[in-house]
């Protein structure tokens, strides 16, 4: 897979982050491998095989598929194989069969491969969706989803029987010989779960991505329907995994990643105060206790992209949607193009916005994913010249966060919990850490607040 690179290629640029201060952390997908991975492919045509097992297969169950989950990306999770009338587990992709981690040798082979990692230098693995390893292997079915023939099955395989159990063998086997860092993706936790899976004294991970503030404004129709959100919804869940973790667990910060769309335009104003809510949203964010997250482009201010046809769109999310929504909800193609512009994945994965040049500097090539058109008003060489710049201002912000003790260990009290445009709290007790009041305003119109006594 040359067009990956070499691993000559990876070493040097590990090499080069370690010289410049930087470390690396490795994207570790382990709940789920490629079909043309050799374990599934050897598995796939020979049913005897051991590998097979590396795999989770069930038979028919009369005549069809064992159950009716729906996979995230659309679709049923099960995938027949015509050759031994088996199928095999999916959560997302066809092309992504799901491992079978009640396979202690399956195990052992995912902990060799961590430790060729970690034993070339790497600092550590964001571990993609990591709590969807352990699954409830009675495969019941899901619970009934309005208009469609899948049902949800989120209840059997998130957060499973033998999660913990798993990653504390793990934490054992391979994390806690190394001085690495660990943050795990973990969709539909709780605070309690979050807890359990980033207390120290559990001997998990350091840290995970919950998603329940990037969830605001789902509905019928999943983040498609894009309904309204309210600022005081935002800072009760901000402020729940603030004092739900405090002292039992660590917080992680993002507003953004790969599978959302830009905060700017999410929860910001993305046209007459794209920089002043840019810089207000880093703000608010990086001051609470936890590790920040910065993806790229959000230090620019990068805004969601409005692609003018279904066709300039990649993300295979969006891709099934479209399909799912119009055929299944009879939705016109100008309500789904909003739905897109809004939430699409794609949003987040057009190229950085390097400079003014085509295609905005980030190659001399043909991208994968068109580039937002905004770029010559929107890049990091017009960003690192202006002094009052996103850019510069998360550099300040970061600066002062390290600066204060009271950012990594004071305590959250949130304020005026349902002011409808004030995002206010302070960090700290007064006579122990200090005290650090922060202030945002989620709002276009001037607004005068009073400090709460």
């Given amino acids: ?47 005897n095989s051991e590998k097979r097992n590396y795999y989770i297969w069930r038979p028919p ?18 995938k027949k194989d015509e050759h ?31 430790r060729f990692w970690l034993d070339k230098g790497v600092d550590g693995f964001r571990m993609d969706v990591i709590n969807m390893i352990s ?18 099955g989120w209840p059997f395989f998130a957060n499973g029987p033998h999660v913990h159990e798993y990653l504390q063998e793990m934490n054992k ?17 709780s605070t309690r779960d979050g807890s359990l899976y980033s207390d120290p004294a559990r001997h998990e991970l350091n840290m995970v991505f919950h998603f329940e503030h990037v969830s605001l404004g789902d509905g019928e129709h999943g983040k498609w329907s894009n309904e ?21 667990g660590w917080n992680s910060l993002y507003w953004n990643n790969h599978d959302q769309p830009r905060v700017t335009s999410r929860f910001g104003n993305d046209s007459r105060y794209r920089v ?39 993300d295979l999310e969006t891709i099934n949607a479209e399909k799912e929504l119009r055929e299944l909800h009879a939705w016109e193609s100008d309500r789904i193009l909003k739905a897109l512009h809004a939430r699409s994945r794609d949003n987040a994965r057009t190229p950085v916005h390097w400079d003014d040049t085509p295609h905005a500097g980030f190659t001399a090539g043909t991208p994968w994913l068109r580039v937002n058109p905004n770029y010559p008003d929107i890049n990091a060489k017009q960003a690192e010249q202006d002094p009052t710049s996103v850019w510069h201002h998360y550099r300040r912000t970061i600066a002062l966060r390290k600066s204060l003790e009271v950012v990594r260990d004071g305590t959250f009290t949130l304020l005026d919990e349902d002011h409808p ?23 276009a119109d001037h607004t005068r607040y009073t400090i709460p006594d």
């Fill in 1 to 47: 897979m040359s067009e990956f690179g070499t691993m000559q290629d990876f070493d040097d640029l590990l090499a080069g982050a370690h010289e410049r201060g930087l470390k690396i952390l490795l994207d570790l997908v382990v709940n789920h491998s490629s079909d043309e991975h050799p374990w599934f492919t050897e598995g796939l045509h020979n049913p």
């Fill in 61 to 78: 169950v009369d005549g069809h598929e064992p159950n009716h989950w729906q996979a995230f990306f659309g679709g049923n999770v099960w």
């Fill in 84 to 114: 031994s009338g088996e199928y095999y587990l999916h959560l997302f992709s066809v092309k992504q069969p799901d491992l079978n981690w009640d396979n202690p040798t399956l195990r052992r082979e995912v902990y060799d491969l961590m």
């Fill in 135 to 152: 699954k409830d292997v009675k495969f019941p079915e899901g619970h009934h989803i309005e208009g469609r023939p899948t049902t949800n």
């Fill in 173 to 189: 086997e391979v994390l806690s010989h190394y001085d690495i860092m660990t943050v795990g993706e973990t969709p539909g936790v």
């Fill in 228 to 248: 309204a959100w309210s600022l005081p919804d935002l800072k009760r869940i901000l402020a729940r995994w603030q004092t739900d973790l405090h002292n039992k």
């Fill in 276 to 314: 002043e809510s840019a810089k207000m949203l880093a703000t608010v964010l990086h001051f609470m206790q936890g590790t920040p997250y910065i993806y790229q482009g959000e230090e620019l201010g990068m805004t969601n992209v409005s692609f003018e046809s279904l066709e300039h769109y990649r």
């Fill in 421 to 443: 445009t004030i995002f206010a709290y302070v960090r700290g007790d007064e006579g122990t850490t200090g005290a650090l009041l922060v202030i945002g305003s989620f709002s």
